[in-house]
């Protein structure tokens, strides 16, 4: 998934709960600031940030990692 995929489907589960980004802010225990940031794309969150936005919508967080290593 990319990180553009990942901001809009934040945004659109918070929107679906009818969560405001206040809200999502103090539940997850996250700024506010970084918070708008993740979702207008401009942030880069860290995977402790993801995880604590992903928690607090019900969502689950796959990551998939590549081996780039020559064969």
């Not at 709960?17 to 942030?43: P, V």
């Not at 880069?44 to 689950?60: A, D, Q, R, V, Y």
């Amino acid at each position: 998934m990319h990180y553009k995929t990942l901001f809009e489907t934040v945004k659109a589960r918070r929107e679906t709960l009818h969560i405001t980004q206040e809200m999502l802010a103090e539940l997850s225990g996250i700024g506010l600031r970084t918070l708008k940031q993740f979702e207008s794309g401009k942030g880069n969150p860290t995977l402790e940030t993801l995880s604590k936005i992903g928690n607090t919508l019900g969502m689950e967080l796959r990551f998939n990692v590549k081996d780039l290593s020559p064969k």
